[in-house]
């Protein structure tokens, strides 16, 4: 089975600028969560996506934003880039299905670098 | 919120040797308790997890305890080898109802294992 795949990995932009990342999450996963890691702050939860909706939401401003489809993908978008969003961002998928724990398996991450 | 700290940000051993990376967590809610590992230039790999109502897990040289009580975790490793170099995270989340909780991560543990 296929794990979960991020495209691009790679992205340099310019500050001002916005940015949409892609994720495909594990066939049959219908959780989508992001996070960002950078070596100050380390990991850090953003969102997270189940059946198109949004369901958990971390503290970041609403300049990060994103979406799911009907087939489990999710993108996410960061408009105004600042320098500071300079970093790995992280898609991870889970069943989503409605039980007490879920593990989250991540991809390799887009590495996002804010000029 | 919740607030995973975790020890040493640094540890290096000598290949045979054990390792063991200590978490703690603050919300005593939390349930779920996994340990990713990630190597330079991928994203974070699930490598144990454990649940609240288990104190220990083991699968082959790697092992997890939980103490409820206490509010820490702890990852071990025995016979180390050099392709067990790399960073550890330990994180923690509560899920409750159907709604599956975010992930808090620690800083990490970047290990060193000597030939």
């Known amino acids: 089975k296929a794990g979960v795949t991020q495209t691009p990995r790679y992205l340099i932009k310019t500050r001002g600028q916005q940015v949409t990342l892609s994720c495909s999450p594990i066939s049959g996963h219908r959780s989508v969560s992001w996070y960002q890691q950078t070596p100050g702050q380390g990991l850090q939860f953003l969102f997270e996506?189940?059946?198109?909706?949004?369901?958990n939401k971390g503290n970041f401003p609403g300049r990060f934003s994103g979406r799911q489809f009907s087939n489990s993908r999710s993108e996410m978008n960061v408009s105004t880039l600042e320098l500071g969003d300079s970093a790995l961002y992280l898609c991870?998928?889970?069943?989503?299905?409605?039980?007490?724990?879920?593990?989250?398996?991540f991809g390799p991450g887009t590495r996002l670098l804010v000029l | 919120g919740e607030n995973v700290e975790q020890h040493p940000s640094t540890l290096s051993v000598q290949e045979g040797d054990s390792a063991v990376i200590k978490c703690t967590y603050s919300d005593s809610a939390s349930n779920y308790f996994p340990w990713y590992k990630q190597e330079l230039g991928k994203g974070p790999q699930l490598i144990i997890d454990i649940r609240s109502n288990v104190g220990e897990k083991k699968d082959q040289r790697i092992a997890v305890t939980l103490n409820k009580t206490a509010k820490h975790f702890s990852l071990h490793i025995t016979e180390t080898q050099p392709e067990d170099s790399a960073v550890y995270f330990c994180a923690a989340s509560m899920n409750y109802g159907g709604s599956q909780g975010n992930l808090i991560f620690g800083k990490g543990t970047k290990l060193s294992v000597k030939p």
């Open positions: 996506y189940f059946s198109e909706t949004q369901r």
């Open positions: 991870a998928s889970s069943l989503g299905v409605i039980r007490v724990e879920e593990t989250q398996y």
